[in-house]
């Protein structure tokens, strides 16, 4: 038990802090203006346990596969977090595509915020983050946490969206948000 609940806790703060700035936190705060909070939310965490499920048994898989070169699969994911702290210092930004997507309002929210996250989040810092820490900790643990702290980090996009959406007109929450994501990238 005391490893799915150390998994847990690394794999929270580690994704909790990847998510801040990320791309896919953007898109929960512009869907927040468009749509329901709770269908956002809804969304984001089917589509984050799906693509993190995913991730995890690909780690889990890595790592046992490769248990006899541990000690070089520990460089390998000391390496990518490297990378990853890099990466997260780069910031992201959606493209046009990306927000023309999140801000359609074609058919259910739920499933529109769903596929736009699995979309966004497959090869994202916070996929490969969770494939990493798989490799070397409890895979349930893992995944719970790694979705729970993706959830987290994107609900507080969504409150804040909520709120400025009913607050601002849509030109000066999309230069909210670009001035939010510089902030992020400067910070982190």
Sequence with gaps: MDGVLIAFAVSFGVVFVAELGDKSQLMALTFATRYRPRDVLIGITVATAVVHLVSVGIGFWVGEAFAD??????????????????????????????????????????????GAFF?????????????TLATQEDWFGTWVGSTVGMVAADALAILLGAWIGKQLPEKAIRYGASALFAVFGLWL
């Design 119 to 131: 979309l966004a989040e497959l090869g994202d810092k916070t996929m490969l983050a969770t494939i």
């Design 69 to 114: 070169a541990q000690q070089w699969i520990t460089l390998a994911a000391g390496l990518a977090f490297l990378f990853f702290a890099a990466w997260t210092l780069r910031g992201d930004e959606l493209s046009a595509d990306e927000r023309e997507k999140a801000t359609r309002s074609s058919g259910s929210a739920v499933w529109a915020v769903g």
